[in-house]
């Protein structure tokens, strides 16, 4: 299979996605200079489940291949991300006598590419990054594009980096152990790539909905790589999400985040907030005369994602407040993403309180 490349002005980069590519990974690591000058020497940072799973197997096809590899634990999902495990991983890697040169394979979710990658992007000023994703979220998403980050007591991905990684490696096998509220959560990725640029893949999604949600894996494998094609047009045009391409990313983020946030981050899964947020997306799209023949078929699309319920008792007025501290907000105004039509996106930044709330309301999930 062809890789997907991602270019931008700071690194020319791969993203392999295929089937049983995982034994690959010796192969795509010996083509980088700077890690044949490491010395044999790898580290692989991912959690104690998925060392028991892919992360073992990539770790020792690393070593059959001569490469001496130290493992470093970082705690399973969200726990990753916060400073004292990255001081722990700071620790790790001057313990394994990681040098400038010496690779770090960051093996598992979003969690652990975003810890795993701010740790490479900091430590000595910057380490060769290999990203080994392993969710849905982080095979479609959140392995490309170079955005690393942990969270802080008072905000999530408060403090990060723009870090690109050497290569991507999304081996499709490995989501067959994942849990299927957490595929259904990622797949909202491909929901949204699919209504934001490209109407082909919003109506074979819909097509092939069956299949794609039993986690056929040729569905998955074609799902991820027309995000990924997405993904890394955006940010080829817009490494540092400056220019308003990857901002058309955000769609259903900007109320998604704020639902996050004003639950704590324990209710919904990233991808089920994000699936809200593209509901109230499209709600407010027709309260401006947008979307008209194309909402049955983006409505079809999420309810095939199955959301949960909407918290109880948040309000809109609730989630207006989170969204002013969102890091999206531009001289004091919240940036949405709309449609027009599917493919068609608008970024606006006039939507007002009371047109939120309506929207929300015609939704019948608040009062
Ligand atoms: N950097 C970005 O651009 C970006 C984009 C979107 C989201 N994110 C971040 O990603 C994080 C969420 O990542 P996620 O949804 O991938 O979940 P996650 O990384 O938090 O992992 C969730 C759980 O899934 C398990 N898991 C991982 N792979 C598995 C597999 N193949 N089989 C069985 N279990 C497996 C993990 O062990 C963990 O317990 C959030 O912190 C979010 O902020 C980052």
Not at 19 to 24: A, K, T
Not at 53 to 65: D, F, K, T, V
Not at 265 to 284: D, I, T
Request: charged share 25%; aromatic share 6%; proline share 5%.
């Amino acid at each position: 299979m062809n890789p997907i490349w991602v270019r931008t002005a700071s690194r020319r980069y791969a993203v392999h996605v295929g089937r049983g590519i995982l034994g690959s990974l010796p192969g795509l690591l010996a083509r980088h200079p700077a890690c044949r000058a490491a010395g044999g020497s790898a580290v692989m940072v991912s959690d104690a489940s998925l060392f028991a799973g892919p992360a073992g197997r990539a770790a020792s096809a690393l070593e059959r291949a001569g490469w001496r590899v130290s493992r470093g634990v970082l705690p399973a999902g969200e726990a990753a991300k916060t400073l004292s495990s990255l001081d722990k991983l700071y620790g790790f890697l001057l313990k394994s006598g990681a040098e400038r040169r010496t690779p770090l394979v960051a093996v598992g979710g979003g969690s652990i590419g975003d810890a795993a990658g701010f740790a490479a992007a900091t430590y000595q000023r910057g380490i060769p990054l290999v990203h080994v994703p392993t969710t849905f979220l982080a095979q479609a998403d959140s392995a490309i594009g170079g955005k690393t980050a942990v969270d802080h007591p008072l905000a999530k991905n408060a403090v990060g980096a723009f870090y690109q990684p050497i290569f991507v490696l999304a081996d499709v096998e490995t989501l067959r152990t994942l849990p299927r509220r957490q595929l259904m959560s990622g797949l909202a990725e491909a929901v949204k790539c699919a209504l934001v640029f490209d109407p082909a893949f919003a109506r074979r999604l819909a097509a092939r909905w069956p299949r794609v949600r039993a986690g056929d894996l040729a569905e998955l494998e074609h799902a991820v790589r027309t995000s990924v094609a997405w993904k890394a047009r955006a940010v080829s045009a817009d490494e540092f999400d400056l220019a308003g391409k990857r901002e058309l990313l955000n769609f259903g983020h900007t109320l998604g985040h704020a639902l996050e946030w004003a639950t704590g981050y324990r209710g919904a899964l990233h991808g089920e907030a994000v699936v809200w947020g593209m509901r109230a997306a499209l709600e407010l799209s027709s309260g401006r005369g947008w979307l008209r023949r194309d909402r049955p078929l983006a409505d079809a699309l999420l309810d095939g994602l199955a959301a949960p319920a909407w918290p109880r008792g948040l309000a809109s007025s609730d989630l207006w407040a989170a969204m002013r501290r969102d890091k999206k907000v531009r001289a004091g105004r919240n940036v949405f993403v709309l449609l027009k039509r599917i493919g068609e996106p608008a970024r606006v930044d006039d939507v007002t309180k009371p047109e939120l709330a309506a929207a929300l309301r015609r939704l019948g999930v608040t009062k």
